[in-house]
T-cell receptor
Framework: DAKTTQPNSMESNEEEPVHLPCNHSTISGTDYIHWYRQLPSQGPEYVIHGLTSNVNNRMASLAIAEDRKSSTLILHRATLRDAAVYYCILRDYDGYALNFGKGTSLLVTP | NAGVTQTPKFQVLKTGQSMTLQCAQDMNHNSMYWYRQDPGMGLRLIYYSASEGTTDKGEVPNGYNVSRLNKREFSLRLESAAPSQTSVYFC?????????????????FGPGTRLLVL
């Protein structure tokens, strides 16, 4: 299974951009890159996904390296509500499970 | 539109007791999943149901059984609870999950059931 590597934690000031990195050097050509986040005491929620091209939605942007071995989730203006654990996930080999690692715990300070 | 709902929210069991965790979704999704999350860890898949009438084991199925009651409902049963099953249990659903497709579809999660086994 293709694995991802993320920093354990990151810190940001409120209203500043946040760049959350993810390495996935063994990604296969058909693996989609997903990002989910988990707010405290809640279930995970979908943030964004992409395959090769950069993607934008109302929550965030996803920048994917040309070789696809890394990606970056970009929160354009962090708010206190963005404090959460962010998971970078590749599709599991059987196409069903989301293979959650430990993710990056994002702390946002006022 | 409630999304994915789970009952109960909290439960305390004694070792050896049994219980069923209920999950329902109102998004007309084909696939449903049960995950567990231990403290400080990511989620691990227990069982999933790719479509109504099918269920399959995930990463950590031992000690659990599941039933896909209909398209909306997917239950998880602990026949004889053990302290190692103390965890937070999340149910999820997705529009589709087809082998061989690169994109299995966004998964939508419920709020979780916190289970303590003494």
């Amino acid at each position: 299974d293709a694995k991802t590597t993320q920093p354990n934690s990151m810190e940001s000031n409120e209203e500043e951009p946040v760049h959350l990195p993810c390495n996935h050097s063994t990604i296969s050509g058909t693996d989609y890159i997903h990002w989910y986040r988990q707010l405290p005491s809640q279930g995970p929620e979908y943030v964004i996904h992409g395959l090769t091209s950069n993607v934008n939605n109302r929550m965030a942007s996803l920048a994917i390296a040309e070789d696809r071995k890394s990606s970056t989730l970009i929160l354009h203006r962090a708010t206190l509500r963005d404090a959460a654990v962010y998971y970078c996930i590749l599709r599991d080999y059987d196409g069903y499970a989301l293979n959650f690692g430990k993710g990056t715990s994002l702390l946002v300070t006022p | 539109n409630a999304g994915v709902t789970q009952t109960p929210k909290f439960q305390v069991l004694k070792t050896g007791q049994s219980m069923t965790l209920q999950c329902a979704q109102d998004m007309n999704h084909n696939s449903m999943y049960w995950y567990r999350q231990d403290p400080g860890m990511g989620l691990r898949l227990i069982y999933y149901s790719a479509s109504e009438g099918t269920t399959d084991k995930g990463e950590v199925p031992n000690g659990y059984n599941v039933s896909r009651l209909n398209k909306r409902e997917f239950s998880l049963r602990l026949e004889s609870a053990a302290p190692s099953q103390t965890s937070v249990y999340f149910c999820a659903s997705s529009p589709t999950a087809v082998p061989g497709l690169a994109y299995p579809g966004t998964q939508y999660f419920g709020p979780g059931t916190r289970l303590l086994v003494l």
